[in-house]
């Protein structure tokens, strides 16, 4: 069994930052194979960020130069930097680890 739960979420104007956090616990015996997804009304749940089972990151077009992806492995934790966030960026952040797993979800608002 494997359980995520993130955090971090919330209300932000455009162009401000936030940083969400997954923190992992059960059989996790690396934070490589664990993403961010994101779901926003109406819209498909899709990749936002992730850390590949070889260790490197990829992005979504969409956040590509503006979040990060990291982890630390003694802490069993996956965090995902948010800056220069926009509008379009509202929407329910997920953790998911490869084999099926994730997260309850946090809201992301990005309003003025």
């Known amino acids: 069994q494997v359980q995520l739960v993130e955090s971090g979420g919330g209300l932000v104007q455009p162009g401000g930052s936030l940083r969400l956090s997954c923190a992992a616990s059960?059989?996790?015996?690396?934070?490589?194979?664990m993403d961010w997804y994101r779901q926003a009304p109406g819209k498909e749940r899709e990749l936002v960020a992730a850390i590949t089972i070889g260790g490197s990151t990829k992005y979504a077009d969409s956040v590509k130069g503006r979040f990060t992806i990291s982890g630390d492995n003694a802490k069993s934790t996956v965090y995902l930097q948010m800056n220069s966030l926009k509008p379009e960026d509202t929407a329910v952040y997920y953790c998911?680890?490869?084999?099926?797993?994730w997260g309850q979800g946090t809201q992301v608002t990005v309003s003025s």
């Open positions: 998911h680890k490869v084999g099926g797993w």
């Open positions: 059960g059989r996790i015996f690396s934070i490589n194979g």
